[in-house]
């Protein structure tokens, strides 16, 4: 283990905080608000002091976000038409 | 899609109240009003949900077809133990994946490349600032054309997560009914879609 990461280890165990992994880890329940308080506030202090983080939560936020900006198209009349008279009619065979 | 004679007109229903109940008992009567609430109600959620699986129009306009027509088939046999809604999006699923497997030729994920390597739970890699990409990149087609063609190479399991959660909001818990998972597993499974489309993202446009 290289010494800067040592160093860097030791910052977060001796201030109480989760390493990045950790971070990565509670990356999902922390945009969703589903952490408690306690391991929010941590994740917050830690992403106070490691930029690195901060960029990867900037991120994951935006890369979920993404999803929102997709396009929805619709069918159009004449398809929903014709899937009414084969439901219709199909059913209707059944019986 | 079969063609059929025109007898009957579509009507499509405006924004209604009938409850799934009743919707259900409707479909079961076999009465034109539930057929054309199904319609209206579901058709375009649940193309909108296949197109996204399988790219074709067509295509999805046909699991469409199928879906809706399984449903109002087996409607006797649905017991209510899960939402109407529920059973829609699951048998969408379903179709839609069974069409993608016959597709040999799709690339597949690389997760050594993708997931964030660490040394002792510090990470190894410097990560880009992505405040420098602007929100009117999101909106560009080829940058649309970019992230379907990464969801495209994402495994069925984390795709169909994260078509639901993040492209559907579908609610945590519907994700879950969906895809009969616990919710610890759909998590792991939207969280590493994330983790990959981050990374594709970042390589291509913010480094």
Same mark, same amino acid.
């Given at each position: ?95 | ?48 949900? /296949? $197109?996204?699986? !399988? ?10 077809? =199928?879906?809706? *027509?399984?449903?109002? %088939? ?21 179709? /839609? $994946?069974?069409? !993608? ?10 997760? =050594?490349?993708? *997931?964030?390597?660490? %040394? ?6 410097n990560f880009s600032d992505w405040v420098k990409l602007p929100d009117e990149k999101f909106e560009e087609k080829e940058f649309k054309q970019f ?26 818990d519907e994700v879950c009914k969906v895809l009969e998972l616990t919710k610890p597993a759909m998590k792991n499974r939207v969280h590493r879609a ?14």
């Amino acid at each position: 283990m290289s010494v800067k990461h040592k160093t860097i280890r030791m910052m977060f165990t001796l201030m109480g905080l989760p390493t990045c992994e950790e971070v990565e880890q509670f990356a999902y329940d922390f945009l969703e608000g589903a952490l408690d308080v306690k391991t929010t506030k941590a994740v917050q202090r830690h992403l106070q002091a490691c930029k690195n983080c901060q960029r990867f939560i900037v991120a994951y936020r935006r890369t979920s976000a993404l999803g929102k900006t997709f396009p929805r198209p619709s069918l159009d009349s004449e398809f929903k038409q014709n899937l009414f008279e084969f439901l219709t009619q199909r059913m209707g065979k059944t019986t | 899609m079969e063609s059929l004679p025109k007898s009957r007109d579509f009507q499509p229903a405006a924004a209604s109240n009938i409850s799934d109940k009743d919707l259900i008992r409707g479909l079961r009567e076999k009465a034109d009003w539930a057929y054309q609430e199904l319609i209206s109600r579901w058709s375009d959620k649940l193309y909108q949900l /296949s $197109l996204r699986f !399988l790219k074709r129009p067509e295509e999805a306009q046909e699991i469409v077809q =199928e879906v809706l *027509l399984k449903v109002v %088939e087996k409607i006797d046999t649905f017991e209510g133990g899960s939402s109407l809604y529920t059973w829609l999006y699951r048998v969408t699923v379903n179709e /839609s $994946l069974m069409r !993608l497997r016959p597709d040999k030729g799709r690339k597949t994920v690389s997760w =050594e490349d993708v *997931l964030p390597k660490y %040394e002792n739970g510090i990470h190894l890699e410097n990560f880009s600032d992505w405040v420098k990409l602007p929100d009117e990149k999101f909106e560009e087609k080829e940058f649309k054309q970019f992230v379907q063609e990464s969801i495209e190479i994402l495994p069925d399991d984390l795709k169909a997560a994260y078509l639901l959660k993040d492209v559907e909001q579908l609610p945590e818990d519907e994700v879950c009914k969906v895809l009969e998972l616990t919710k610890p597993a759909m998590k792991n499974r939207v969280h590493r879609a994330r983790l990959f489309l981050r990374k594709k993202i970042e390589e291509r446009y913010v480094r």
